[in-house]
């Protein structure tokens, strides 16, 4: 998706404030720095580590990241956001990317094999898929665990890049390793009883809830199965407050399963480079800017 077209009439003052820092969080703060967004960026992340992009994106000017900080109560009447451990941090526009969570603990040597859980996994996966294919000289043989929408995904990715899929509902104790040399060497699984499962790849494509802990101190509407519930133009229910990523639900479905981080991402900045210019015209107005910007013409579906 292309970047938001640039805009220089944003206020130093407008603070948006981003709960998480994982793919969707980290693709939004480059959309806005690449929209020139001249207000401040308050990421709020909940590991001491970071992934070198996101130390990157630490270094511009307006961008703060706050390690091991992870956000922990919001109080939408006064746009401020607490901590875990007691600091706060004002904000004019809220995005909630705080991804999403195994059910299940994670299985013995997974860490060997592939996973999907997003649709950003696609290209990986195919990628992989590739090399699995040369090196074997021949259409190779998947092992795909899982159930629901993100294995129904899986499934189709693995058939369009020529696997052969056998797919396994039933949840294995341990992944095998394998002797392949690309660098993936789970090829086998084992279940609980001893039986198994060979094949020349692994793919785990299992349940995720969405973190979406923080929607409760805030007031948001959140679906039966787990997930803030956005609109089209990723506004939550309550006003200056957004959400992107696993973290959102759209449809009563995880938004990782529909769009691409890159893409909701670049959708939600421009909506927020929207505001911030609207804000800064007129600055008595900014704390309902957001709510009164009209959204382009369905959002979602264009980041689709």
């Known amino acids: 998706m292309s970047a938001p077209a640039p805009t220089t009439s944003t206020s130093a003052a407008t603070r948006i404030v981003i709960a998480?820092?994982?793919?969707?969080a980290r693709a939004l703060v480059r959309q806005l720095d690449q929209g020139r967004f001249a207000g401040s960026i308050t990421v709020l992340s909940n590991r001491d580590d970071a992934p070198e992009d996101l130390l990157e994106l630490a270094l511009l000017p307006q961008v703060s990241v706050r390690f091991g900080q992870p956000a922990s109560h919001i109080d939408a009447d006064n746009r401020t956001v607490a901590t875990?451990?007691?600091?706060?941090?004002?904000?004019?526009?809220?995005?909630?990317?705080?991804?999403?969570?195994p059910v299940a603990a994670p299985v013995e040597g997974a860490a060997q094999c592939l996973s999907y859980s997003t649709i950003d996994d696609a290209a990986r996966i195919a990628d992989r898929v590739q090399e699995v294919t040369r090196e074997l000289g021949r259409r190779p043989l998947g092992i795909l665990v899982g159930t629901g929408a993100a294995a129904g995904q899986a499934e189709a990715v693995l058939r369009a890049k020529g696997v052969r899929p056998v797919r396994t509902t039933a949840?294995?104790?341990?992944?095998?390793?394998?002797?392949?040399?690309?660098?993936?060497?789970?090829s086998a699984v084992v279940f609980e009883d001893g039986s198994s499962m060979s094949g020349d790849l692994v793919v785990l494509a299992e349940d995720r809830v969405s973190c979406d802990g923080l929607a409760a101190s805030a007031g948001l509407r959140t679906a039966a199965t787990g997930?803030?519930?956005?609109?089209?133009?990723?506004?939550?229910?309550?006003?200056?407050?957004?959400?992107?990523?696993?973290?959102?639900?759209?449809?009563?479905?995880r938004l990782g399963l529909l769009v691409a981080a890159a893409s909701a991402a670049g959708a939600c900045a421009t909506q927020l480079l929207t505001a911030a210019s609207a804000a800064s015209?007129?600055?008595?107005?900014?704390?309902?800017?957001?709510?009164?910007?009209p959204s382009p013409a369905r959002s979602l579906q264009a980041a689709a």
Do not use: C, K, N
């Not at 875990?84 to 969570?101: C, H, K, P, R, W």
């Not at 949840?171 to 789970?186: N, Q």
């Not at 015209?281 to 800017?289: F, I, L, V």
């Open 171 to 186: 949840r294995p104790a341990a992944v095998v390793p394998g002797t392949s040399t690309f660098g993936l060497a789970a």
């Open 84 to 101: 875990a451990d007691g600091m706060e941090f004002a904000y004019d526009q809220l995005v909630i990317a705080t991804g999403s969570a």
């Open 227 to 253: 997930g803030i519930v956005i609109s089209q133009d990723f506004r939550t229910s309550v006003p200056g407050i957004w959400a992107i990523g696993d973290a959102a639900a759209f449809d009563g479905v």
């Open 20 to 24: 998480g820092a994982g793919p969707a």
């Open 281 to 293: 015209h007129s600055p008595e107005a900014s704390r309902e800017a957001a709510a009164a910007v």
